[in-house]
Each structure stands twice: as C-alpha cells, then as structure tokens.
C-alpha cells in the first residue's frame, strides 16, 4: 500500500511541476525537468515491483491525465486570477522638466561633453549643449525643450 502512496505522490507531483513549469515558470525548464523526473521514476518503479502489465496500465494513465490536465489548465482560465492583467499609462520621468522654462539661468555641474548635468533652482537635470564642451561651474541658459531632453548654451 505504501508503494502505490509513494508512487502515485511522484507521478502526479512531477505532473503537477510539468503544469506549473508550463503556465507559471516557462523558459526555465528545470522545474519541467524534474517533474518529468520525478514521473518517470515513479512508473520505472511499478514496473519494477508490479510488472509490466501494472507498469503499462499506469503509463497510460499517468499520459492521459497529464494531456488532460494540461489542456484543462489551459482552456478553463483558473490561471488568469494569478496573472497581471494591467498595463502601465505613464511614462518615466513624464514631468520632469515641467518647472523648467525656457531661458532660466543655471550652472554646470560637470563637464558638458556635450552631455552633463546642470543645476537649475537647487535641482540638478541631465542637459546637452548643441555640441559644445562646458567646463564644470559654467553658467548656462536653457535655449530649448524637447520632452525631458534640456539644450543648453552657455552665458557669455
């Protein structure tokens, strides 16, 4: 009795992690890997203690109940209550640039090579001049603002 315990418990948990590797881990396939171990060496061993007659009686079974299990998993949407099913709206740094005007008056916080950062009312933002090299501490105006991207000259 305890054989049959053991044996089913491994052939219906490694259907179970073939389940789970398909809808909830795939690209993994260790977790398939192991389930399909696990399911194999429990029909290997009753073939091995039942023969061959039990040994294919529960082969066919346990085939049949990972292809139906399977396609059930798949066409009754159990798994769309674990899913994540909302989308993002926003965008990254979306008003970054919104107490920005065009014309403030800054300060180099690096080198502008021609990328750098510069300091505007005590906040620091990446800007880029139109293809000059600032030194750091220079003072620049705001000439131009695309989205979050802040062009920069510098004062004379």
């Avoid at 948990?13 to 399911?39: A, C, D, N, R």
């Avoid at 300060?107 to 021609?114: E, G």
């Amino acid at each position: 009795m305890t054989d049959w315990i053991l044996i089913s418990t491994l052939i219906l948990g490694g259907i179970g992690l073939i389940i789970l590797e398909i809808i909830f881990v795939p690209g993994t396939t260790v977790v398939g890997f192991f389930g399909f171990g696990m399911s194999c060496y429990g029909i290997y061993r009753v073939y091995e203690l039942f023969g061959a007659q039990a040994g294919h009686i529960t082969l066919t079974a346990s085939l049949a109940i990972a292809v139906i299990s399977i396609v059930y998993s798949f066409k009754s949407n159990a798994w769309k209550k674990f899913a994540n099913n909302q989308s993002i709206k926003a965008k990254v740094n979306e008003d970054l640039t919104d107490s920005l005007a065009i014309s403030d008056e800054g300060i180099s916080k690096s080198s502008l090579k021609p990328i750098g950062k510069a300091e505007f009312g005590n906040k620091e933002y990446e800007v880029t001049t139109i293809g000059q090299y600032l030194e750091e501490n220079t003072p620049v105006r705001i000439i131009k603002i695309e989205r979050n991207k802040i062009i920069v000259e510098p004062i004379i």
